[in-house]
């Protein structure tokens, strides 16, 4: 039998607590993040644009835009807009270690595999978070593909609406 889309291979990882110098562990009771800040940085140079579909528990879907600009060593501007409305888009200054953060999972919340998923990037071996739903955030899984360092190409949430869904389709550089 096939697996069904969007998961095709899937083993569990064991993650032993790395040094405390590590720069993927930014504090206590947090897993490693899949990449540093330094990481994140070296691949977000000016004008990476990255595509990402949006799909509602409504049905309802939509492409975001997110841009960097005018990186330096500490973050960069992030531009981010829907496509049908790029008039209405925001900036925002992120720090790399902001963007790292977004990653640091709670160790007793979370379950970490590593699993190779086809998305219009292409077939691409991920690290997986899934975390699990507590009375503040609902259950989530992100899957983190280890040629692009940065967002996770595909992130899921499961709310009592239901599954809300963004998958990156495209990085690119202006």
């Known amino acids: 039998m ?7 291979e899937a083993q569990n990882v064991r993650m032993s607590r790395p040094p405390e110098d590590d720069e ?18 070296a691949s977000s140079r000016d004008g990476k644009l990255i595509r990402l579909l949006v799909e509602s528990a409504d049905g309802t879907v939509v492409e975001r835009i997110n841009r960097f600009r005018d990186a ?3 973050g960069a501007n ?8 790029p008039d209405d888009a925001t900036t925002r200054r992120v720090t790399w270690l902001e963007l790292q953060s977004h990653a640091a999972f709670p160790t007793e919340l979370t379950t970490v595999s590593t699993e ?12 997986r978070y899934d975390v699990i739903a507590t009375d503040a955030d609902p259950a989530a899984t992100f899957w983190f593909a280890l040629a692009h360092p940065g967002m996770p190409v595909r992130y899921q949430t499961v709310t009592a609406s239901g599954r809300i869904r ?5 990085i690119t550089s202006d």
């Open 24 to 41: 993927h562990v930014l504090g206590p009771g947090l897993l490693p993040t899949p990449f540093t800040a330094a990481q994140i940085r």
């Open 72 to 74: 330096d060593d500490e």
């Open 78 to 85: 992030l531009e981010q807009w829907l496509s049908d409305a």
């Open 2 to 8: 096939a697996p069904p889309p969007g998961r095709l």
């Open 166 to 170: 963004t998958t990156v389709t495209a």
């Open 116 to 127: 190779v998923i086809e998305l219009p990037l292409g077939r691409l071996e991920c690290v």
